[in-house]
């Protein structure tokens, strides 16, 4: 168990640039998900794939967000024409099947300038 | 709504003594209950959970907490705090019939002094 790994840790971009993160799941886990987490606040809901299908999206995750996992294994989440609301650390976690917890990663800090 | 409380945004307690967070959620479907904890800058690491049966339940690093229905609570406890239990600590919920969705309260930060 090597836990879910997030990449980058930090990203820092201007205002209107695209940005995409990439998460990758604890190896047996099909179920994936993505959070936003700012600051003084706990994570909220994006998104979720069971293998590669996305089966629910939070109205947070807005037609700028897309989130993708094409072969049930990692996932990208991308950003276009970032905002300066966009600024947050984005989670990621992953969980087998059945009712069982999420286990996160250590999430991407993303700033806009 | 569904929602979740954590009325204390901050606590602040001396090394030794013991500590209880408190965590309030709302609505009416059964509940399925967590409590993580957040170093800064990390992601969150999974203390306890509870699902059913015994409403006392145990985690890891010592933490403990008691399921209350009546209350509608979850308070995280434990009898002789750390330096290193310093951390931010988020209380999260799932609903019977949609657990893939988990909400978390705002989190209370934990300062322990020496």
């Known amino acids: 168990d090597t836990g879910v790994s997030q990449n980058p840790r930090h990203k820092i971009t201007k205002r209107g640039q695209n940005v995409t993160f990439r998460c990758d799941p604890i190896s047996e886990h099909n179920r994936l998900y993505w959070y936003r987490q700012t600051l003084g606040q706990g994570p909220e809901f994006l998104t979720y794939?069971?293998?590669?299908?996305?089966?629910?999206k939070s109205r947070l995750l807005s037609d700028r967000f897309s989130a993708e996992r094409p072969k049930g294994s990692f996932s990208t989440l991308e950003i276009q024409r970032t905002e300066q609301g966009d600024s947050a650390m984005y989670l990621c976690?992953?969980?087998?099947?059945?009712?069982?917890?999420?286990?996160f990663g250590d999430g991407t800090r993303l700033s806009i300038l | 709504a569904q929602s979740v409380t954590q009325p204390d945004i901050h606590i602040t307690v001396s090394e030794g003594a013991s500590l209880e967070l408190r965590c309030n959620y709302s609505?009416?479907?059964?509940?399925?209950l967590f409590w993580y904890v957040q170093s800064p800058g990390q992601g969150l690491q999974l203390l306890l959970k509870?699902?059913?049966?015994?409403?006392l339940v145990q985690g890891i690093k010592g933490f403990e907490a008691e399921f209350k229905r009546s209350q509608s609570s979850f308070n995280l406890r434990k009898p002789s705090v750390h330096w290193s239990d310093a951390a931010e600590y988020f209380c999260a919920v799932a609903w019977q019939g949609n657990f893939n969705k988990f909400y978390f309260g705002s989190g209370t930060k934990l300062n322990v002094k020496p």
């Open positions: 509870y699902f059913s049966g015994d409403t």
């Open positions: 609505y009416g479907a059964t509940p399925y």
């Open positions: 976690a992953s969980s087998p099947t059945g009712d069982q917890p999420q286990h």
């Open positions: 794939f069971q293998n590669e299908a996305q089966l629910e």
